[in-house]
C-alpha cells in the first residue's frame, strides 16, 4: 500500500509565504514523476508544477517565478515553495506521484491540504 501525506498548508495574508510538504510511504521500488496540483472551489484540478527524477520542472504560467518545486529522491519526497502569493492561489493543493511499487507505474494522490490567501 503506497499512501502520500501532505502537511504545510493553512492560511497566510497576501504576499506571504508557504512552503508544502509531500511524503510518498509503503512499499515503493521507484518514483517517477512528482507534482503538485490544486483545485479552487466551482473549478476542475489543473496541474502546479511537476518535476521529475532527474531535477527537471514544469510550472503553470500563473505561478512561474513565484513558486518552485523540489524532490528529495532519498527521502521519496516533493517540495513546493510557494512565495508572493494571491488570493487566486486559494484551493486545496494535492501531491501526486508516478510510483513503482509492483512492477509498474501507477499514479497517487495525497489527500490535499488547504491553502488560504486572505487579508
Known amino acids: 500500500q503506497v499512501q502520500l501525506v501532505e502537511s504545510g498548508g493553512g492560511l497566510v495574508q497576501p504576499g506571504g509565504s508557504l512552503r508544502l510538504s509531500c511524503a510518498a510511504s509503503?512499499?515503493?521500488?521507484?518514483?517517477?514523476?512528482m507534482g503538485w496540483y490544486r483545485q479552487a472551489p466551482g473549478k476542475q484540478r489543473e496541474l502546479v508544477a511537476v518535476i521529475g527524477r532527474g531535477g527537471s520542472t514544469n510550472y503553470a504560467d500563473s505561478v512561474k517565478g513565484r513558486f518552485t518545486i523540489s524532490r528529495d529522491n532519498a527521502k521519496n519526497a516533493v517540495y513546493l515553495q510557494m512565495n508572493s502569493l494571491k488570493p487566486e492561489d486559494t484551493a486545496v493543493y494535492y501531491c501526486?506521484?508516478?510510483?513503482?511499487?509492483?512492477?509498474?507505474?501507477?499514479?497517487?494522490w495525497g489527500q490535499g491540504t488547504q491553502v488560504t490567501v486572505s487579508s
Open positions: 501526486n506521484g508516478a510510483i513503482n511499487s509492483g512492477g509498474y507505474y501507477s499514479d497517487y
Open positions: 509503503g512499499s515503493i521500488f521507484s518514483i517517477n514523476v
